[in-house]
T-cell receptor, first 109, second 114 residues
């Protein structure tokens, strides 16, 4: 099927690291994305990774890709209350994107 | 640049009524998309367009129609609304094909069908 799977909820304490996981289905996907959705808003691109990479780091964000297991993760270091949002992973196909169910991250002060 | 805009922001319809959601982008993007977002189901693609005058079905097209008469606009129509179409609808655009290009999202339209 076309399912991209994520756990629905994650709760962490401010200052801790958050790890959001995703499994995707299409082994031919060349780009995988992480989007952030704040309350009442549309999605915004956080970062993406090309499939020939294992890891990508961008300030507090680290993306890990395990192509063999079709597993993608997003690590947020030093999580802040402003990071509270829904995080979506997505894989690209020829003309479209397939999104995961989204993980709601709650950061506790 | 306004980016991607959607009108209206909110709407309440009665079962059987019709309406059109308008998406506009000012970035000269070729590709445009309509999604619906439901709790626990993520974003599901309704229809998409790879250029002016073209449209294609996505994952959940039933009950919806679309048109792309102008490159900057992508309209989503509900001919006879049903309660199952209660959702938040997002429009997005991207410069070219999905691979490697970011999608830009509008702020969403919250639709309730009673």
């Amino acid at each position: 099927g076309e399912d991209v799977e994520q756990s629905l909820f994650l709760s962490v304490r401010e200052g801790d690291s958050s790890v959001i996981n995703c499994t995707y289905t299409d082994s031919s996907s060349t780009y995988l994305y992480w989007y952030k959705q704040e309350p009442g808003a549309g999605l915004q691109l956080l970062t993406y990774i090309f499939s020939n990479m294992d890891m990508k780091q961008d300030q507090r964000l680290t993306v890990l890709l395990n192509k063999k297991d079709k597993h993608l993760s997003l690590r947020i270091a030093d999580t802040q209350t402003g990071d509270s949002a829904i995080y979506f992973c997505a894989e690209s196909r020829t003309y479209k994107y397939i999104f995961g169910t989204g993980t709601r991250l709650k950061v506790l002060a | 640049n306004a980016g991607v805009t959607q009108t209206p922001k909110f709407r309440v319809l009665k079962t059987g009524q019709s309406m059109t959601l308008l998406c506009a982008q000012d970035m000269n993007h070729e590709y445009m998309y309509w999604y619906r977002q439901d709790p626990g189901m993520g974003l599901r693609l309704i229809h998409y367009s790879v250029g002016e005058g073209t449209t294609a079905k996505g994952e959940v097209p039933d009950g919806y129609n679309v048109s792309r008469l102008k490159k900057q606009n992508f309209l989503l129509g509900l001919e006879s609304a049903a309660p199952s179409q209660t959702s938040v609808y997002f429009c997005a655009s991207s410069p070219r094909a999905a691979r490697g290009y970011e999608q830009y999202f509008g702020p969403g339209t919250r639709l309730t069908v009673t």
